[in-house]
């Protein structure tokens, strides 16, 4: 059969396409399971046996099987059915970004990087990142190095008298160690993200919206804003921008174009989102939740559990303002139709501190029609009569 040139060109450009996916950095070779040899290795399972022992029995860990079955979800299509099979999912209800994985194969996952992803992809990015940890055995030998380090340390002691830079050049390689296997970290889990059904790029946006965060904490705080250019002596990590910038460059480099898939982020998070944010608000963390308010709702709009969020948040920092501010929100929330009976119950509280006793404690009433049996109807009732 006589193939046509335009087929045999096509033919060869299929053929490059994949020899440079090949050139892609192969992903650690796969083990089904791994046991422990060496005193050091047996050591570290022990301990992690017992802290996953004390996670299993924690009173904030959240065992609801829907939220559970989403997160572990989101992890078998970004790092592979074989490699998550044997993960052991944990969610604990911590307002914080974190995510880590222990080497005896369990995950805890924080729900403040529930809260502050905003997709599937951006979820998949940071498990992927974790679960790279754990597949390339960086618990073990962060373990060695740390406990080399601190013998070194100690001769350290005895010989700074002679010579200041000994001591810094002695914490300066531990550190280098730690941050290189961070960026081993990052390039494994891009890997993983890169394979898989979600956009690699979803890597390098999770950085720039920790940044963000993290610079608008500080300059509520009337601080200066946090991300630096240069990685200083005693940092563990690469620097968020650092982070941003070379996993941005690998998702341009991998040219990583895929059919947009169904996100199931937002309608697992439903039920979750206004506990969640709840938790949030209660950091005190006025600049950084307005950030992350404001983030999230530029994905999914201004939501009525946003809303109720964002008059929770303004209330509690209390200026006359944004008194006013609060109860224009809680409004706003009310007026989208589901709005549940707290959100009246903070538009009342606002309007009370706004000396409008009146529409307060109309606001109020309406609360405890809608929930007589509430823990704080007593008191709602003293602010109405």
Known sequence: MRIPMVGLLLASAIGTSALAADKRPPLPTYTQAYTPTTVDERGIWMEADERERVQRDSRSLIKDPALNAYVRGVLCRTV??????????????????????????????????????????????????????????????????????????????????????????????????????????????????????????????????????????????????????????????????????????????????????????QAAMAKWLPVFLNDQIKLNDFGGSEYLLANLADGTGWSTPLLCARGDLYRERGNPRDLVSAAQFYQEAIGKGDAPPEAYRGLGLALLRGQQVAEGQAALATYLRLKPAATDAALIATLIS
């Not at 729900?111 to 960086?138: C, K, M, N, Q, W």
């Not at 961070?182 to 993200?193: N, P, V």
């Not at 804003?225 to 341009?252: C, E, M, N, W």
Request: proline share 3%; glycine share 6%; net charge negative.
């Open 80 to 265: 592979g059915e074989d490699r998550c099979r044997s993960v052991r999912l944990y969610i604990d209800e911590v307002p914080a970004f974190n995510a880590y994985m222990t080497p005896n194969g369990a995950m805890v996952v924080w729900t403040g990087l529930l809260l502050r992803v905003r997709s599937e992809a951006e979820l998949g990015a940071i498990l992927g990142h974790e679960f790279g940890h754990f597949e390339l055995r960086h618990s073990l030998k962060d373990f060695k190095s740390h406990r080399t380090g601190t013998d070194v340390m100690a001769w350290a002691s005895i010989l700074i008298r002679n010579s200041a830079n000994i001591q810094y050049s002695v914490v300066g390689q531990m550190y280098a160690f730690s941050r290189d296997q961070e960026r081993e970290a990052d390039m494994t889990g891009f890997q993983y993200l890169a394979r898989s059904q979600y956009p690699s790029s979803a890597a390098a946006d999770v950085w720039e919206h920790v940044m963000g965060e993290a610079d608008a904490t500080a300059i509520g705080r009337r601080g200066r804003a946090q991300h630096k250019y240069v990685v200083g002596v005693f940092a563990t990590h690469p620097t968020d921008l650092a982070r941003a910038t070379y996993l941005r460059a690998a998702s341009i480099e991998a040219h990583d174009v895929k059919p947009a898939v169904v996100d199931t982020h």
